[in-house]
T-cell receptor, first 114, second 116 residues
Framework: SAVISQKPSRDICQRGTSLTIQCQVD?????MFWYRQQPGQSLTLIAT?????????ESGFVIDKFPISRPNLTFSTLTVSNMSPEDSSIYLC???????????FGAGTRLSVL | GENVEQHPSTLSVQEGDSAVIKCTYS??????FPWYKQELGKRPQLIID?????GEKKDQRIAVTLNKTAKHFSLHITETQPEDSAVYFC???????????????FGIGTKLQVIP
């Protein structure tokens, strides 16, 4: 398995501000993913964070709104920019150690935007 | 892209009874089917998975079946216990090809309640 530390665990933010979420893994992993889970809903993939290159975004998500960094094989950040109440959600990172391997999830960041 | 449908959305069973959750997928190239359990306020955790070269897999009280022809797979929990109460997500993905990555598509989730 993989031990994933995600910070912060929760935050309450004001409209128009930005929040950066960190995801740290205890070992090198090939792929890191960022998901959004709205209350009572399923997990929606935001983007795949590639080490050494730009993230790959899913339909409906753009880099200006959700910039991602992946400086090395154990760390990634997701920024939620210019937040609005519609961004209130749980954001989860997940990792895949090797191609085709199981995905392991972080504990999530519960974001509330006022 | 892949589309995963899951039902029922909610399921209540008496303790000791069995629970079955069903999923269908659309992409015939999908070959990996994990199931995740998410307890309230917790992270999703893998409980069992199956690959397309296998029709059935069992782990104690949990089993998963896969019908590739019909493109559906199911989770079976026997002798349910109160601690089985959670939201269960099915998912489908395909092993990445050259230059690709494994994108996992999740079902909408099933909220299972086991009544003592």
């Amino acid at each position: 398995s993989a031990v994933i530390s995600q910070k912060p665990s929760r935050d309450i933010c004001q409209r128009g501000t930005s929040l950066t979420i960190q995801c740290q893994v205890d070992s090198q992993v090939t792929m890191m993913f960022w998901y959004r889970q709205q209350p009572g809903q399923s997990l929606t993939l935001i983007a795949t964070a590639n080490q050494g290159s730009e993230a790959t975004y899913e339909s409906g998500f753009v880099i200006d709104k959700f910039p991602i960094s992946r400086p090395n094989l154990t760390f990634s950040t997701l920024t939620v920019s210019n937040m609005s109440p519609e961004d209130s959600s749980i954001y989860l990172c997940s990792v895949e150690r090797d191609r085709g391997d199981i995905q392991y999830f972080g504990a999530g960041t519960r974001l509330s935007v006022l | 892209g892949e589309n995963v449908e899951q039902h029922p959305s909610t399921l209540s069973v008496q303790e000791g009874d069995s629970a079955v959750i069903k999923c269908t997928y659309s992409d015939s190239a999908s070959n990996y089917f994990p199931w995740y359990k998410q307890e309230l306020g917790k992270r999703p955790q893998l409980i069992i998975d199956i690959r397309s070269n296998v029709g059935e897999k069992k782990d104690q009280r949990i089993a998963v079946t896969l019908n590739k022809t019909a493109k559906h797979f199911s989770l079976h929990i026997t002798e349910t216990q109160p601690e089985d109460s959670a939201v269960y997500f099915c998912a489908a993905s395909r092993a990445p090809g050259s230059g690709g990555y494994q994108k996992v598509t999740f079902g909408i989730g099933t909220k299972l309640q086991v009544i003592p």
